[in-house]
């Protein structure tokens, strides 16, 4: 070799192993973006890749020869030029599958961050070693920019992934309004910021925690981090998401709700206007749906009247008051969730929660917005000077047949119903309120199943009408035994001695008796159970003075106060 | 048994205003009456003691006493209300608190079974209110009623 030729010679040694190291910094990107990124968006991030990678290898090899070349002309020798990588990284693997895996996703991120900044040095120091040799070194500065890319990657993947997470977080608004002009949800998405996009990720985590305290307190959080004008647009795009959220002030919930309602009415009412009534031979069709939609467009009816009278006065304003207003905290209509407070709870001094029993259908809502609202009333007969929301509280699978016989319907609602309690507490901020939980009939097995697994879930429990609440002991109710009411009367089958299921069973009676047991553990009026007052029929006492049963006399006054 | 016509709505809003009439008789000074807020009027027949069709409804009024002193008078009207209300007829089932700021009294009316109530309120305001029997909207069997 020439001397002239030696540092042609050593420059495409360098380039060489310059490009065998990096020749493919793309291929672990392009894998996991083709993995976790699937659809559309995927493919073409990975074609573009697979392009860019391409691209590389040709800059690698373009520098060698050009410098090759001139090692050969100055009477040196080069050896054998870079080998590259020829195998492609696959094919993508996403196929027509859609959805985002988000581990894949972020370990994409990594890859792009790491190895986006590996190209760009890489680029730099061939642009270097090019120039030092008198060579147009554009090829470094095109591996320079395919880093940059790379690195733009990782951005360009955080907007993917937030975007794909935030439509996770939104999805019970996806089906919302199909048919009654609402854009999708594809659409709506398409109308946020990146950083609104990044908030709603945000809460998509926050839903991935178990239901409890630390999910709603950082649910609340969350809320109270957003601008107002954030907070206005999910509201409007995603309002059964936000209306379910716990842990959101109830105004906001309710504001949500309202739009729920108000969508759910366009699209039901555009339902019922477009079933036809008879067949081709004029015989009567959608008989059952019809009445279906009619009920379920009644009941909207009841709730938006209901709002109407206690939060607008007669001429249509809003009353000033916003504490004795109504709050609509959670309507679906389709599945049997009606939450509706008559005041505030989160500025009231106490709180009461009603949880129905068998038989609640969404037909029920009248008359239980009735005894939710008695329930107000008494609580101020009592206590003039403090302030009570009474909340109905209605989404869990009430039973309806014979499944009241077994506890799965209350196993559904048990968690739920101690996350919207978990809910109520965090929207408090602090503020100190007496809080009950009443479960009336099956509702009360409800009540227990959520007391078992949240500690402390209310202040008070009152238990009507109860078949039991699953527990053989007060305590594991985890609430104070003296916290705890039961009350039931005289001609109720459900609670009285024996228990009505067990009256059907041969030799059940006696057994039941001996046992003292009612269908779902000890019977909650009986004294050694749940440590309630002595008298058989006691009344609650406290903040919530009195509670309507429906199997008292044909009144709906309170169980009095024994003499 | 259901089947039995019954006095209508508007009678049973009548017999209520006529029963609290009866229970506020000679107190000196009278109470003004003020209705509560938002409180319904009318309820289903739910789940009924006497089997009968849950199509009839329920009247319901309940009102504050007003204008009058807090706490102090509270024992003497609850007296005077026992009283005016045994003499009349009616049946004082059950009592808490005779005797202090904060009485409680249940009382049904007879022959018609209303259930009233007056309440001692912890601030020491006064409450009295009643409930009609299930009775038909219209006074005759039959139809679904219509709630406020």
Not at chain 1, 33 to 50: K, N
Not at chain 1, 317 to 342: M, Q
Not at chain 1, 471 to 497: F, K, Y
Request: hydrophobic share 35%; glycine share 10%; aromatic share 6%.
């Amino acid at each position: 070799m020439t001397d002239q030729a030696e540092p042609y010679v050593r420059a495409a040694d360098e380039i060489r192993r310059l490009a065998e190291t990096h020749d493919t910094d793309l291929d672990a990107f392009a894998r996991r973006v083709g993995y976790g990124l699937r659809g559309p968006a995927g493919h073409r991030i990975f074609d573009e890749t697979r392009g860019h990678r391409n691209g590389l290898h040709q800059a690698f090899q373009r520098a060698w020869e050009d410098v090759a070349a001139l090692a050969r002309r100055h009477g040196g020798s080069t050896g054998a030029g870079p080998y590259l990588a020829t195998a492609g990284f696959g094919g993508y693997a996403g196929g027509s599958l859609r959805g985002v895996d988000e581990d894949a996703v972020r370990q994409a991120m990594r890859e792009a961050k790491n190895h986006g900044a590996a190209l760009c040095d890489a680029g730099r120091r061939l642009a270097g070693i090019l120039s030092r040799v008198g060579v147009n070194p554009s090829p470094g500065h095109q591996v320079q920019e395919l880093g940059d890319w790379l690195l733009g990657q990782d951005r360009e993947l955080r907007h993917r992934l937030d975007q794909a997470l935030a439509a996770e977080a939104v999805m019970g608004d996806a089906f919302a309004g199909l048919g009654s002009g609402v854009p999708t949800l594809a659409e709506r998405l398409g109308r946020l910021s990146d950083a609104q996009h990044g908030e709603l990720a945000r809460l998509h985590q926050i839903n991935g925690l178990p239901l409890g305290r630390e999910r709603a307190q950082k649910t609340a959080a969350w809320w109270r981090t957003l601008s107002e004008a954030d907070r206005r647009r999910f509201t409007e795009l995603f309002p059964r998401t936000i209306g379910g959220l716990d842990g959101l002030p109830s105004l906001s919930r309710h504001l949500a709700n309202e739009r729920v309602l108000k969508t759910d009415q366009r699209r039901l009412q555009a339902r019922l206007d477009t079933l036809p009534w008879t067949d081709a031979s004029g015989d009567p069709v959608n008989v059952l749906e019809r009445d279906r939609i009619e009920k379920q467009l009644a009941v909207l009816t009841v709730i938006q009247s209901e709002i109407r009278k206690m939060n607008f006065d007669a001429k249509g304003d809003p009353k000033k008051n916003e504490d004795t207003w109504a709050y609509l905290l959670g309507l679906d209509i389709d599945h049997r969730k009606v939450i509706f407070s008559y005041g505030n709870p989160d500025t009231a001094d106490n709180i009461t929660t009603f949880v129905p029993g068998f038989g609640t259908t969404i037909t029920s809502t009248q008359d239980n917005l009735k005894r939710a609202a008695d329930t107000r009333t008494f609580a101020l007969a009592a206590d003039r000077s403090h302030s009570t929301a009474s909340i109905y509280w209605l989404d869990y699978p009430t039973p309806l047949a014979f499944d009241v016989l077994t506890p799965g319907n209350a196993d559904d609602g048990g968690p739920r119903l101690g996350a919207f309690q978990r809910g109520l507490e965090a929207a408090r901020l602090g503020r100190e309120a007496h809080t009950t939980l009443l479960g009336h009939s099956y509702g009360s097995l409800a009540c227990g199943r959520a007391a078992v697994r949240f500690p402390k879930i209310a202040d008070e429990l009152v238990f009507v009408g109860s078949p039991g609440v699953a527990v053989d002991r007060a305590e594991q109710l985890r609430v104070s035994p003296q916290h705890i009411w039961a009350s039931a009367t005289d001609n109720d089958p459900v609670t009285g001695a024996p228990p009505f299921p067990w009256i059907l069973i041969p030799g059940g009676r006696k057994y039941a008796e001996e046992q003292g047991l009612g269908v779902f553990g000890s019977d909650p009026t009986q004294r050694a159970s749940v440590g309630a007052p002595s008298t058989p029929r006691p009344a609650p006492r406290g903040p919530v003075d009195s509670v309507v049963s429906t199997r008292t006399p044909s009144t709906g006054i309170p169980i009095p106060p024994p003499s | 048994m259901s089947d039995k016509p019954t006095i209508n709505q508007d009678q049973a809003e009548a017999r209520i205003d006529e029963l609290i009439a009866e229970a506020m008789k000679g107190l000196d000074p009278k109470p003004r009456l003020e209705r509560f807020e938002e409180h319904d009027l009318l309820r289903r027949c739910l789940d009924p003691a006497d089997g009968g069709s849950e199509d009839r409804v329920v009247v319901s009024k309940r009102y504050w006493l007003e204008d009058i002193p807090k706490k102090e008078p509270n024992a003497q009207i609850a007296e005077q209300v026992i009283a005016n209300m045994k003499k009349a007829g009616h049946s004082v089932f059950s009592t808490n608190g005779l005797g202090t700021d904060k009485p409680e009294i249940f009382i049904a009316s007879r022959p018609d079974d209303f259930r009233m109530s007056l309440i001692g309120s912890a601030d020491g305001s006064l409450s009295i209110g009643a409930t009609s029997p299930c009775v038909w909207q219209g006074g005759t069997p039959g139809g679904e009623p219509t709630l406020d």
